[in-house]
């Protein structure tokens, strides 16, 4: 673990600090990637104006993809790492706690009000690619960098492995703290190094791959907030990966309630099982409460129909739990995130 530096300016915790042009975020010196973690602290302070209040009583409802959820006591979406840094000191004075939201899938809100700070990181979206002289691709990527986007775009360079993650929503940021899964890799194994904040101290720190100890839909980061990673893939043949993408992307779209409100998965497949299937077999496909449904597309996904709530979604995961362990004798575990309001 090392520290990024950072900037010894100390703006006003009231104010998200925001820079002049998003593309400046990085440059290349002398042959290596320097994030823009970096460049913005050295950046003059006559280029970061400060344009932006953190905002209150903030819906999140519509800020998630299941579409549900209560209002933030506090909000904000800075664009640098001296954003965050400032956020974090916003909730120091007030000693709130902060809750970080990418792009809003694999999360279920509670309905009631949060007094917390929700620190969105989804203007930190920024991504480019260097090929290595192994042939290789190196990204550099924010965290609120959309995962879909990054994908397609190692596609093009002939990444077949990336090509697996087609369909799958959500942010870099996301894919990387829950190691998220295709049917052949999980994100995690791109990952050679990540730029994060503890949680805690508000300290800016550079955590390896194998520091960040990747598991099944999992990662040991805790109480650190990925803000950024540098990625590395296998280029190939470009036509190759397009296949794949486009074959897995229309397996997706048969199985899946991809255009439907959803979270994504609801559960973790158990070891040598597929939760999806326990459901179904469950007799589940279909089940309601309120407007949550069981798909009856995937059984692993529960859709908003209209006016889903919190307490309906939660209700309709335990019957699901139930169920599943009274006839199966399996336990089945969140794959999601639950905000309890």
């Avoid at 929503?169 to 996301?174: I, R």
């Avoid at 994060?196 to 520091?211: A, K, P, Q």
Wanted: hydrophobic share 35%; with cysteine; proline share 4%.
């Amino acid at each position: 673990m090392t520290a990024v530096p950072k900037s010894d300016h100390v703006p006003s915790p009231e104010l998200i600090i925001h820079p002049a042009e998003a593309s400046a975020r990085r440059q290349q010196v002398a042959g290596s990637l320097v994030s823009f973690y970096e460049y913005s602290s050295r950046k003059p302070r006559a280029e970061q104006p400060e344009t932006e209040v953190v905002l209150e009583n903030v819906s999140l409802a519509e800020r998630t993809t299941l579409r549900v959820g209560g209002p933030a006591r506090f909000f904000a979406e800075p664009e640098t790492s001296e954003g965050v840094a400032s956020a974090f000191r916003f909730a120091q004075t007030r000693s709130i706690e902060i809750k970080v939201l990418g792009g809003g899938s694999n999360l279920l809100v509670g309905d009631g009000p949060h007094d917390a700070l929700v620190l969105s990181l989804r203007k930190m979206r920024d991504f480019h690619y260097l090929k290595s002289s192994e042939g290789k691709y190196l990204i550099s990527a924010d965290a609120g960098a959309s995962l879909p986007g990054v994908v397609a775009s190692g596609v093009k360079l002939g990444s077949t492995e990336l090509a697996s993650f087609a369909g799958i929503p959500g942010t870099v940021g996301g894919a990387i703290r829950m190691n998220a899964g295709s049917p052949v890799t999980g994100f995690g194994k791109f990952v050679e190094s990540i730029v994060c904040v503890d949680r805690t101290t508000g300290e800016f720190l550079s955590i390896s791959h194998d520091d960040a100890g990747f598991g099944y839909r999992t990662s040991n980061l805790g109480s650190l907030i990925v803000l950024g990673a540098t990625l590395s893939i296998d280029g190939g043949s470009r036509d190759e990966a397009r296949e794949l993408y486009k074959d897995h992307l229309r397996r997706k779209s048969i199985a899946q309630p991809l255009t439907a409100k959803s979270a994504g998965c609801i559960f973790r497949n158990p070891e040598g099982a597929s939760a999806g299937k326990l459901v179904e077999a469950s007799g589940l496909k279909g089940r309601c409460r309120g407007g949550a449904e069981v798909s009856s597309k995937h059984a692993n996904f529960i859709i908003n129909r209209g006016g889903a709530t919190y307490e309906d979604v939660s209700a309709l995961i335990e019957e699901i739990r139930e169920v599943v362990s009274r006839l199966h004798g399996v336990n089945l575990s969140l794959e999601i995130q639950v905000w309890k309001s």
